[in-house]
């Protein structure tokens, strides 16, 4: 029987947590109950990026996408819809608005706007099984450039097609690739950085599970390129499916002579091995990555020397980031003018975000630079949840800062986040809405900072220390007016001091929130109030006597019994003895009690 | 510029190639490599150091720019550059004073003291911090941040080194010190954030630890983090004690360097003051440890002779360093066939004055109490072995180092530089130029190569002086000495690290040699890590040098067995030299020790 029918179900960490695992038995066990095994197949791929609707089931040739799949519908999808051809209504996308189920992949508002190069067989193909790679065009990039390009040409195309580093900073892919290949030693490095460690981001974890092949093709490639003989993979130990995969494709493309010694019979030889980090998020950072690997304690080291030069094992050494290696194999299958054609002057093609917060679809979104913070939230992200007012966007993490709507129409690329005080970053974008308190976002991200410093120079282990100290005592109503004085200082000289990017950048949560949040560290300071109702010490509980019925349900639950009243007359709070539990504010029916 | 700088930069220039540089508008041109800091002190300005250390001398650079003191701005630049490490570029401008730098430094300093005990009045090193001097030369007057201030335990586990981790600044010169120089991995840095703390593995009691006390990290930390365990109460104690026969002894290396303590020029000579001083502070008879040198030299030379006769192995290794006995033990414990089984001069000293000295002057050993003045912290960790006690008594009972010493003088409210000089007492105060050459690398062996040439030719030795053992430069040192018709094979290694090379080879047969001295402290024991502290200033350590080799020249007699008192004692009470009595007091045995 010829194969009529494919079911693809992501197997992505986020659909997996969503038992998509399962449905894949079920639709396995259902298909064979039906006997048609030989003619329709089950597979997992990577991530479809829509996580919020997930486990995705896509069937093709059908081009059929359904969301929320359990055990039940996986059983009605094969009854229905393989067996008898019937669309499976109600596991159809249902768009909010309009209430329209849109059955097409491509139709649907969350992937109109995409454009998927780095993501490109992510949710297409099974990840395990590097013949579906090869026939999606895999290791062609790899095959052309040993047998058709001088490493030169390589970087020149690289360089033309203005792939900047995708892991935060950056920096031209191509300069680097060149500045490697001119440091003259027999032996160089090439580096996957796979140490993603951004709260809420996920981007190169879905590339690693959903495609590492792209990965190791693009590492291969510059491996050729630079003159590097071997590669390794720095992939946190959280991420064990990524490596699970990673050692799959990593021992598949050797034995089809794809990564080894004399690679497709050319005299390349290049082959990958995996190093799993204990998840410390300076590691990411790649003078402390290299020391890592070495064996040495994630600490970075002082640049210039910069790892084209000094890198590891004290050997010239090039790194970047998992989505920059993916993005390479198609820069040369389609040239350097295809990739160029996307995005901004000086960004160019597309970026990988993980859409997360109070956003309507969080999810995994691949957008071409250029694009602005409105149509991604808005448009591919669906709005604000419960209809809540926007307040603000973060984006590239704890080294990055927070966006005011104001700015929220600016055509994302790297240089324009920079102007915001924010950055690209490795691409998290978190968004907040009017219950968020910006002074405790602000405290959020310094947190973060202050656990994951290496603790090796001063700005950074104590001034971190310092300004959170400074911004707890805001929150918790104590701050005075020259606490935020000495915390822009403090936040300024911090930047300016210390030595590796993860101090440089650590005060720009702050510094972004006290340029475009500063009433509220007023309102925190002088008025002792927290605007979002979020710094507990700060919240002051009021009953709305208008509002109030006398049901004497908050008297009920309170547990300290400071809210008094007779039944079915208004009550008031004895505000001495709050504790600010918030009992009462959940208990009550009638809206009746209010914070501020 | 001194006259042998001059050459020095001569022979840079040609090497080199020079580059342009501005420094607060000075021009100058720096060969290659050179570092801001470097080029700034060559045009007379002095930028700030903390954390910084250069030893170049015997291999030991802290280039961790981790203290973020000696930033400076140079154009063009995004954030602020350690000059300390980094180099200088083609057309680089720099300016190290502008208020951005300033702020910076000060804030730096100001954020290192606000988690700093600051008890400066009750610490140890009041007086001799780096960071309390930078406090004072910066005129910081208020430490703007409040906060928490980090605590650990204090660890006087050894009885040798104390760490107070609550006053360490994260400088990790310890580190650098220990690790690279030393080779002894003891201390990394622990922890994250403002956790992080300079440690051992695990947190380990520094007993517990492969540490061998050489006390280097102790002659390199700016703060008092790491110190001695301090006997000085416990000898006030016994010196007010009427019961008690309190016995002075004192190492070559304290007489070149305890001027220091009280300000007269590195390298004189005190030997008659120091004397002076240990009697008016109250000790009974006031010995010298250079007598046991003498008295080592004549077993070890016995033994070396019998070695060469075919008894036992070869190379003979020197044991006079309490501090490289242990590293051997725990790091070669293949080779402990090797050492010489002489005990170290001082113990050997103890064990005399507890028989030889309490039988002649009929003293009760039991009364008498040793009183060890050294250059070393490894000797305090040495007089508790239980190898070192005759019948419950221990041989020695205290030590304290030359920073002890001189604490001793002041508290006493002695007037150091107007005391008389005074001679050592009878009969264990007499000592010959061998002895003194204890003190400093390629001593020991000089010494026993002056008597066992005698010896072994049964002729006079006109040239006692040789100088192919001699110097600070080269960390391993090679000669080969005639005598009758053997060409002698000696080697000496000074340094931890460099003993550690030698004994590898050795074990791995790749060298062969008749003869070994091995001190543990770059350039033997004037540069102990009980002596006063250089702050990075070698030509400090160079002076002693030749202090100790001038007092060495003074001396009427220059080898150890023309010794009368010693040839005295071995006619009234010893007997034969490495008879059966030399054995059981004189003599000691090694302990296989594990790796930790």
């Known amino acids: 029987m010829p194969l009529r029918m494919e079911l693809l179900v992501c197997g992505g960490t986020g659909c997996q947590a969503s038992n998509s695992s399962r449905v894949l038995e079920v639709l396995r066990e259902s298909i064979k109950e039906a006997n048609l095994q030989d003619e329709v197949r089950v597979l997992m791929t990577g991530c479809f990026g829509f996580c919020e609707k997930g486990p995705i089931v896509k069937v093709m040739p059908d081009n059929i996408f359904y969301v929320e799949v359990d055990e039940e519908s996986a059983r009605k999808i094969v009854r229905e819809h393989v067996i008898k051809g019937r669309i499976v209504e109600e596991k159809i996308y249902k768009e909010p608005e309009t209430e329209e189920r849109l059955p097409e992949q491509s139709s649907i508002p969350f992937y109109k706007k995409q454009i998927r190069i780095a993501l490109r067989n992510c949710g297409k193909i099974d990840p395990e099984n590097i013949n579906e790679y090869i026939a999606s065009d895999g290791y062609m990039a790899l095959a052309r450039v040993l047998t058709e390009m001088t490493p030169e040409e390589v970087i020149d195309v690289v360089k033309r097609s203005g792939l900047r580093g995708r892991g935060g900073g950056g920096f031209p892919t191509g300069l680097k690739w060149e500045a490697t290949r001119k440091s003259k030693s027999d032996v160089k490095y090439i580096i996957c950085n796979a140490d993603e460690g951004d709260p809420g981001a996920f981007m190169d974890r879905s590339i690693l599970e959903g495609d590492p092949h792209s990965v190791l093709e693009g590492m291969a490639i510059a491996g050729y390129a630079i003159g590097a003989q071997f590669g390794y993979i720095y992939v946190r130990a959280e991420y064990p499916l990524a490596i699970h995969r990673l050692r799959i494709a990593i021992s598949q493309a050797r034995e089809m002579g794809l990564l080894g010694k004399n690679i497709l019979g050319t005299n390349f030889s290049f082959d990958v091995e995996i190093k799993i980090g204990a998840g410390a998020f300076i590691c990411g950072e790649e003078t402390a990555l290299i020391n890592s690997i070495e064996g040495g304690r994630g600490e970075p080291t002082v640049k210039p020397p910069y790892p084209a030069q000094v890198g590891l094992w004290k050997k010239p050494t090039n790194i970047n980031n998992v989505e920059t290696f993916a993005n390479v194999p198609p820069i040369i299958l389609n040239g350097a003018e295809w990739f160029s054609s996307i995005g901004t002057e000086k960004s160019k093609g597309t970026k990988v975000f993980a859409l997360a917060g109070k956003v309507n679809n969080v999810g995994l979104v691949e957008v071409p630079m250029g694009i602005t913070l409105r149509e991604i939230i808005y448009d591919l992200g669906g709005g604000i949840k419960g209809g809540k007012k926007f307040k603000a966007v973060q984006t590239g993490g704890p080294s990055g800062g927070c966006i005011p709507a104001e700015h929220l129409d600016t055509p994302i690329d790297y240089d324009t986040l920079n102007a915001l005080g924010s950055m690209m970053g490795s691409g998290g974008m978190i968004v907040m809405d009017e219950d968020d308190c910006m002074v405790n976002i602000a405290k959020f991200y310094l947190e973060f900072s202050c656990d994951e410093s290496c603790g090796r120079c001063t700005a950074c282990r104590v001034g971190n220390k310092r300004m959170l100290e400074i911004l707890n005592k805001i929150t918790e109503g104590k701050g005075e007016m020259e606490d935020l004085e000495m915390l822009k200082e403090l936040a300024e000289t911090i930047k300016d001091s210390s030595l590796c990017g993860l101090g440089q950048t650590s005060p720009n949560p702050v510094l972004s929130t006290m340029k475009f949040f500063y009433d509220e560290y007023i309102a925190h300071v002088k008025d002792k109030s927290c605007p979002a109702g979020v710094c507990t010490e700060l919240l002051k509980y009021y009953i709305i006597p208008e509002k109030c019925v006398g049901c004497t349900a908050c008297a009920k639950v309170c547990p300290v019994n400071v809210i008094h009243g007779e039944p079915r007359k208004v009550h008031v709070i004895d505000r001495e003895g709050c504790i600010k539990c918030g009992e009462c504010y959940r208990t009550c029916r009638f809206g009746a009690i209010t914070r501020k | ?596």
Not at chain 2, 296 to 313: D, M, P, Y
Not at chain 2, 567 to 595: D, F, N, S, V, W
């Open chain 2, 1 to 596: 510029m001194s006259k042998s700088q001059k050459v020095k930069w001569q022979a840079l220039e040609r090497r080199f190639n020079m580059v342009n540089v501005t420094i607060n508008d000075i021009k100058l041109q720096v060969p290659e490599g050179t570092t801001i800091l470097q080029a700034a002190k060559m045009v007379n300005i002095n930028i700030p150091t903390l954390c910084h250390l250069d030893l170049h001398d015997i291999k030991m650079v802290n280039r961790t720019a981790s203290c973020r003191v000696c930033l400076v701005e140079i154009e063009g630049r995004r954030n602020l550059a350690p000059a300390c490490a980094t180099e200088c570029f083609e057309g680089m401008v720099i300016k190290t004073n502008t208020k951005r730098a300033i702020r910076a430094r000060r804030t730096m300093v100001e954020l290192l003291l606000s988690d700093h005990p600051t008890d400066c009045l009750v610490c140890e090193k009041n007086g001799n911090c780096d960071l309390q001097k930078l406090a004072a030369d910066l005129g910081i007057r208020k430490i703007r941040f409040e906060g928490e201030k980090s605590t650990y335990t204090k660890d006087s586990s050894s009885g040798a080194l104390y760490r107070n981790p609550d006053k360490c600044i994260m400088c990790r010169r310890c580190e650098t010190m220990c690790n690279e120089v030393q080779t002894c991995g003891i201390y990394s840095a622990v922890d994250r954030g403002f956790e992080t703390v300079v440690a051992p593995a695990f947190n380990l009691p520094m007993i517990d630890t492969q540490c061998t006390f050489c006390g280097q990290c102790v002659s390199v930390c700016p703060t008092a983090a790491l110190t001695e365990v301090s006997y000085v109460a416990k000898v006030w104690e016994a010196l007010h004690d009427p019961d008690k026969f309190v016995i002075a002894q004192t190492a070559p290396a304290i007489r070149v360097a305890l001027g220091e303590e009280f300000g007269l020029e590195p390298g004189t000579i005190v030997t008659g003051k120091m004397v002076a001083a240990l009697r008016r502070l109250g000790f009974r008879k006031v010995f010298d440890t250079d007598f046991a040198a003498d008295v080592t030299i004549v077993e070890e030379a016995k033994e070396f002779i019998e070695r060469l006769n075919g008894k036992g192995r070869l190379p003979i290794l020197t044991s006079c360093c309490p501090s490289w006995v242990k590293f051997i033990e725990h790091q070669f414990p293949e080779l402990l066939d090797i050492p010489s089984t002489c005990k170290s001069p001082h113990m050997m000293f103890g064990a005399i004055v507890k028989t030889y000295f309490a039988e002649k002057f009929n003293i009760l050993p039991e009364k008498i109490v040793v009183v060890s003045v050294m250059p070393c912290i490894a000797k305090k960790y040495e007089i508790q072995r239980k190898e070192f006690e005759e019948n419950g008594i221990k041989n020695v009972d205290y030590v304290i180092t030359t920073r002890e010493f001189a604490k001793m003088i002041r508290e006493a409210g002695i007037d150091f530089t107007k005391l008389p000089d005074e001679d050592f007492d009878d009969p264990l105060g007499e000592s010959t130029g061998a002895s003194v050459i204890f003190g400093v690398t390629g001593g020991v062996i000089e010494a026993a190569l002056r008597t066992a040439y005698e010896w072994i030719t049964g002729e006079t030795l006109e040239k006692v002086e040789f100088h192919g053992v001699r110097g600070l430069e080269d960390g391993l040192k090679e000669a080969t000495v005639k005598i009758k018709d053997m060409e002698l094979k000696i080697g000496v290694a000074h340094g931890l690290g460099n003993a550690r090379r030698l004994l590898e080879d050795i074990r791995d047969g790749k060298r062969f040699y008749h003869a070994i001295e091995i001190m543990a402290c770059p350039g033997g024991c004037i540069d102990g890590g009980g002596q006063p502290y250089h702050h990075g200033n070698l030509d400090i350590v160079r002076a002693r040098l030749n202090a100790i080799y001038e007092e060495d020249r003074n001396k009427p007699i220059r080898k150890s067995h023309e010794n009368p008192a010693v040839i005295a004692m071995y006619k009234e009470y010893m007997g034969e030299i490495g008879g059966e009595k030399a054995h059981k007091l004189l003599h000691t045995h090694y302990t296989p020790r594990e790796r930790i």
